[in-house]
């Protein structure tokens, strides 16, 4: 199947709507047809695999409520990847056999996961890229698990709170408080949420152990010279200690950096 064919198919279902095409006989067909092409052609391995895995449940059943947020949120991933061919095809042809097994079968049954519990369609752009940019060769099970648990654990108003820590994008807490329409006092909260995902780290938690290290070297000091049969110890002094702040101060860490670099 050639890249264009494959874009004119992915605008007709988004034309057509999912929940006719997935109630259809055409699902089964253009997956399975989809599927032949893995190797060559990445992303009829994503979507092909999407379209395998859903097709069955949906087929002839009155959606649930979690089905039609389902729906959307497969409409919205479709969209993304109309724009992603040429990127996503690059990634998944650099990949070896095993890796691309995985990414067709493990791996889009555990985007799925998210996708289907995902409340947040703003949240499913960062899915799909997130996705797309785990493809290669240093993913393993256990990494892959983490991200997706990660990504499926924030808000997209987390991810705003954390971008504001990168140089690479313009977000302030201001207009991070003014868009989203909360307090100072809430966001403290979502920075201490992101401080336990281990995506920022608090300032003044090392300001502690700086002043902690300066104590425990002048108490060291000062047995040192008790010991001593002469000692002075009017000449030991304790290093300048400073104040922590009573606000938490935060720096983004290194996982943090890479979290954003991957859903961006």
């Known amino acids: ?144 698990l983490i991200f997706l648990e990660t990504l499926n654990q924030l808000t997209v108003l987390d991810i705003d709170v954390l971008k504001m820590y990168s140089y690479e994008y313009e977000e302030n807490w201001l207009n991070v408080c003014e868009k989203r329409g909360i307090s100072y006092e809430q966001m403290d909260m979502i920075k201490a949420k992101l401080e336990r995902h281990g995506l920022l780290y608090s300032n003044n938690d090392d300001q502690r152990d700086a002043n902690i290290d300066l104590v425990v070297e002048y108490l060291d000091k000062r047995v040192k010279e008790e010991n001593k049969k002469n000692g002075n110890l009017s000449n030991i002094r304790l290093g300048k200690t400073k104040k922590v702040k009573k606000t938490e101060s935060y720096s983004i860490t290194k996982l943090g950096r890479d979290f954003l670099k991957k859903i961006g």
């Open 1 to 144: 199947m050639a890249k264009g064919k494959l874009e004119d198919f992915i605008n007709a279902v988004s034309e057509n709507g999912a929940q006719d095409f997935l109630e259809s006989d055409l699902a089964k067909t253009a997956a399975a047809e989809l599927g032949k092409h893995v190797v060559e052609e990445g992303t009829a391995l994503a979507i092909g695999s999407v379209f395998a895995a859903i097709a069955p449940r949906l087929n002839g059943i009155r959606l649930t409520y979690k089905e039609k947020r389902f729906e959307r949120n497969i409409k919205e991933a479709l969209s993304v990847l109309d724009k992603k061919i040429d990127v996503l095809d690059n990634h998944i042809t650099s990949l070896s056999n095993e890796m691309q097994d995985k990414f067709r079968g493990l791996y889009v049954e555990w985007i799925l996961d998210n996708l289907y519990e995902e409340k947040q369609i703003e949240k499913v752009p960062y899915q799909i890229q997130g996705f797309i940019n785990m493809m290669n060769m240093d993913t393993t099970d256990d990494i892959m």
